[in-house]
């Protein structure tokens, strides 16, 4: 069914040339380098330095290691933004004061680093540190 997510064509060109042409895409249209509204000539740059940078198999792998990397990073600060809004939410007549959602904000960005170190096992270097 979803076999070719783990085939090497998938994971060595396809993703990476996706990832970088969605960048290059995103910066020259964030940017407005070639110009404002021109998408398609925005496109074509991004295809082909994508199309480029997929040729150079050394740095292809570079990015496969990032990418997950990254996936585990946009997860982290997913999750933080997530219990942050709890205490920072755009609310009218918000009840907390600002020192209440400062604190709230420390501590969940406290209990996201303890979950961060308990999952990848530092947090047993980190208790064992005196030893």
Do not use: C, H
Not at 27 to 38: A, N, P, T
């Amino acid at each position: 069914m979803a076999i070719f997510l783990v085939s090497d064509i998938f994971q060595k060109l396809i993703l990476p040339f996706v990832l970088i042409f969605a960048l290059v895409f995103a910066i020259l249209q964030k940017s407005e380098l070639l110009g404002k509204d021109k998408r398609q000539i925005d496109a074509i740059v991004g295809f082909v330095i994508g199309a480029i940078f997929i040729t150079f198999s050394t740095y292809v792998e570079w990015v496969n290691q990032f990418i997950i990397f990254f996936v585990i990073a946009l997860f982290v600060l997913f999750v933080f933004m997530l219990l942050y809004s709890f205490a920072y939410g755009n609310k009218t007549g918000d009840p907390l004061q600002s020192w209440v959602k400062t604190v709230l904000g420390v501590v969940f960005a406290v209990a996201v680093i303890v979950a961060l170190a308990v999952i990848t096992g530092a947090w047993e270097k980190v208790q064992a540190y005196p030893d």
